[in-house]
């Protein structure tokens, strides 16, 4: 794959983690013959001593066609999007600035692993549950399927994607002048994007330090 230079990488290879885990929803994208296909699926991820995604875990419904294109051409692009939001002009004191959109993203490259193992799919089911279930009141298990779930195996098969190659993209108002950072900033707090200003604070220490 040809990328240009990336002006916003992440400060830390665990911040790319940090926006995997906490949004979860991605989209698996193949291309072949011209073609393309596509599938929104949440993946939990895997990785190393440094923190980098080395692989990630999901599973498929044996009906989608795209296990079919997997198995013929298993490399794929995987996309997740992170806290994002337009920037309005009409909150800058300087109003000739002109409109953006702050945004977090990364994309991987990876080969796909499909598995028939019935131990393998029970493990990534229970991983995929028990995290999304994580501190829900009455959280419900895998078990509580009871006799339905050996109906369901046979229509499911799970996988690892090994990540060849990552690009994260975290554009977080760190190339604006410092005034309109602070317009921005307060622009995204008033418009309810909390957590996007947050990681805006973690990309613009200096600036939080300056003020």
């Known amino acids: 794959m040809v990328s240009g230079p990336n002006k916003y990488p992440p400060l830390e290879t665990r911040h790319v983690a940090q926006l995997v885990e906490r949004h979860p929803l991605a989209w698996i994208v193949?291309?072949?013959?011209?073609?393309?296909?596509?599938?929104?699926?949440?993946?939990?991820?895997?990785?190393?001593?440094?923190?980098?995604?080395?692989?990630?875990?999901?599973h498929f419904a044996r009906s989608n066609p795209h296990v079919d294109v997997l198995k013929r051409h298993p490399?794929?692009?995987?996309?997740f999007r992170g806290e994002q939001s337009y920037v309005s002009p009409s909150w800058m004191s300087d109003r000739t600035w002109a409109p953006t959109w702050n945004h977090m993203g990364v994309q991987f490259v990876v080969d796909f692993e499909l598995h028939e193992d019935v131990d393998k799919l029970r493990e990534v089911l229970r991983d995929m549950i028990d995290t999304m279930e994580a501190g829900r009141p009455k959280a419900w298990q895998l078990e509580e399927t009871a006799h339905r779930y050996e109906k369901l195996v046979p229509h499911i098969?799970?996988?690892?994607?090994?990540?060849?190659?990552?690009?994260?993209?975290?554009?977080?108002?760190?190339?604006?002048?410092?005034?309109?950072?602070?317009?921005?900033?307060?622009?995204?707090r008033a418009a309810g994007e909390a957590e996007l200003v947050e990681w805006m604070q973690r990309y613009n220490e200096h600036r939080e330090r300056d003020r």
């Open 75 to 79: 490399r794929a692009l995987i996309l």
């Open 30 to 58: 193949s291309s072949t013959d011209g073609d393309f296909t596509v599938t929104p699926l949440p993946l939990r991820h895997r990785t190393d001593t440094s923190g980098a995604i080395t692989h990630l875990i999901g």
């Open 157 to 188: 098969v799970s996988f690892d994607a090994h990540v060849r190659e990552t690009k994260a993209v975290f554009k977080l108002g760190q190339d604006e002048r410092p005034q309109i950072y602070r317009d921005m900033a307060a622009g995204l």
